[in-house]
C-alpha cells in the first residue's frame, strides 16, 4: 500500500518515543521511504541510531552544524505526509505558536504536504486548556490530529493521553491519504462469514467459515478506493479501516434482504460467506427438551443469494461468487458460474494444508466467464484478496 511513499516521520521527547520505532519500522516494511527528524530532547528517549538503521537515512537533527545546513524547505516540500509521533506537550505548544528553535519545528512551519500528529502526554496535561486550546488551532491550520488513547500511562495513572498504537498510526494514514483510485467511485457489496439458522432460541445449524476471507477482501477493495459494504455473518472479524460499512446479519434470510436491498446501486458483489444451504423447517419457540426418542430435523432450501444477485445482474455490474467443491472441483466450479451467472468463481481448496475455515492463509483457482483458470499460489487472505481485487480491477476495464 505505501510502496513509493514520502514520509517523514517527527519524533518528539516523550517516553512513547519507543513505539514511533515500530512505526518507522512497519512503515519501511510496506515499503515507503523514512525520513527522521528528532527534536534534541527526543534523542534522551531513543537513539536516533535505530532509526537510521531501520530507515537506512540519516536521521536529521539540526538546522546546521559546521559545513553543512539541513534544508528544511525541501524536507517539507519532499514528503507526501509528515507525521510528528510522538507529539509532546512542548512541542505542540511550539507548532500552535509558530515558534522555530529546532529542525523539527521548521519543517513543520515550512512544509506543503499534510500534517498529521500522534500526541502522547499525561491525563491531566492532555486535558489542560492550554493543550486543548493547541490542539484546537493545529486543527485550525488544517493539521490532522490522532486521537490519543485511553491507558496505562508513563506516571503509573490510568487515563487518556497514550499515544496510538503504530498499527493504528498506520492503519489511520493509509486510509486518510493512501488509498489508490482504481475503484474510486464505485460501490462495492462483500458477504462474510457462516449464517446461523436457528433450531429454537439456543441452538443453531451453522458452519466454521470465519469472515477473514471476505474482511480481506473487504479491505483490499477499499484499499483501491472502492465504497464498500460487508453484510456479515456471526463472526469475530473486526473491521480494519472506519469507512467500510458493516451490516450485521445471523441468517441465510437477512443476509438475502440485506444483499437484495443494497443490490441495484452496487458495481462490484463478491459473495464470499458460506451461506447455509438448508434451514430448518420450523423453528421451536421454546428450547427442544430430550426424550428417549431420535429428533429429526426437517431442513428446507435457504434462498440463494448468489443465483438471485446473477439473475438481477445488469451489465455494469460484476458478481462474483465462491464454491467450495470436494470432488470434481474445477468442474462443479464451472458449472456453478454458469448457472449463477457470475462473472468469477473462487475455487477454494479443501485438500491443500493451511486453506480455508479459520487459516490466515488460503490456496485458490478463479474461473472466469472467459473460461479460463487463474491459479494462485498458497498465501495470505490478504494476498489472495489483492490478486483477486486486480482481476477484477482488469475485468471491469476490459
Ligand atoms: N451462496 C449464496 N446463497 C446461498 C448459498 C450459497 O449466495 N443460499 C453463494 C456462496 O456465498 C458462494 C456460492 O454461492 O459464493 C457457492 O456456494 P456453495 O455452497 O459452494 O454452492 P451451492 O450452490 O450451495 O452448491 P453445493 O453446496 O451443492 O456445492
Request: aromatic share 6%; charged share 25%; glycine share 6%.
Amino acid at each position: 500500500m505505501l510502496k513509493g511513499k514520502k514520509i517523514l516521520l517527527g519524533i518528539s521527547a516523550s517516553i512513547a518515543a519507543y513505539k514511533s520505532i515500530l512505526v518507522a519500522r512497519q512503515l519501511v516494511k510496506e515499503g515507503a521511504e523514512v525520513k527522521v527528524i528528532m527534536t534534541p530532547a527526543s534523542k534522551d528517549f531513543v537513539s536516533p541510531l535505530v532509526f537510521s538503521t531501520l530507515t537506512k537515512n540519516k536521521v536529521l537533527s539540526q538546522i546546521a552544524s559546521e559545513d553543512s545546513w539541513a534544508n528544511h524547505v525541501m524536507l517539507g516540500r519532499w514528503a507526501d505526509v509528515m507525521l510528528i509521533a510522538p507529539l509532546s506537550c512542548n512541542t505542540l505548544s511550539k507548532m500552535a505558536n509558530g515558534q522555530c528553535d529546532n529542525l523539527l519545528l521548521a519543517v513543520y512551519l515550512s512544509s506543503t504536504c499534510p500534517v498529521v500528529v500522534a500526541p502522547a502526554m499525561d491525563e491531566d496535561m492532555w486535558r489542560h486548556p492550554a493543550t486543548q486550546n493547541n490542539i484546537s488551532l493545529l486543527k485550525s491550520f488544517g493539521n490532522t490530529i490522532i486521537d490519543v488513547e485511553k491507558g496505562e500511562l508513563a506516571s503509573g495513572l490510568f487515563g487518556d493521553g497514550r499515544m496510538a498504537e503504530p498499527g493504528s498510526i498506520i492503519t489511520f494514514l493509509t486510509e486518510k491519504f493512501f488509498r489508490t483510485k482504481e475503484l474510486k467511485n464505485k460501490k462495492a457489496l462483500v458477504t462474510a462469514g457462516p449464517t446461523y439458522e436457528p433450531i429454537d432460541p439456543v441452538r443453531f445449524v451453522g458452519n466454521h467459515s470465519s469472515g477473514k476471507m471476505g474482511f480481506a477482501l473487504a479491505e483490499a477493495l477499499y484499499e483501491k478506493g472502492a465504497d464498500v459494504t460487508i453484510v456479515a455473518g456471526p463472526v469475530q472479524q473486526i473491521k480494519k479501516y472506519e469507512g467500510i460499512k458493516i451490516i450485521q446479519t445471523n441468517t441465510a434470510e437477512e443476509m438475502y434482504n440485506a444483499c437484495l436491498q443494497l443490490h441495484p446501486d452496487m458495481d462490484i458483489e463478491i459473495m464470499a460467506a458460506a451461506v447455509a444451504d438448508y434451514k430448518p423447517a420450523d423453528i421451536a419457540s421454546e428450547k427442544i427438551k430430550k426424550n428417549d426418542s431420535e429428533l429429526l430435523l426437517k431442513l428446507i432450501k435457504t434462498k440463494d443469494i448468489l443465483a438471485t444477485l446473477g439473475a438481477k445482474k445488469k451489465n455494469n455490474q460484476l458478481l462474483v461468487g465462491f464454491a467450495l467443491e470436494t470432488n470434481n472441483e474445477k468442474k462443479n466450479a464451472s458449472i456453478k458460474l454458469k448457472n449463477k451467472n457470475a462473472d468469477m468463481i473462487v475455487l477454494n481448496s479443501l485438500k491443500d494444508k493451511n486453506a480455508g475455515f479459520g487459516f490466515d492463509t488460503n490456496k485458490v483457482s478463479v474461473y472466469t466467464s472467459d473460461d479460463t483458470w487463474i491459479e494462485m499460489e498458497l498465501a495470505t487472505k490478504k494476498e489472495i484478496a489483492n490478486r483477486i481485487v486486480e482481476l477484477i480491477i482488469e475485468k471491469s476495464h476490459a
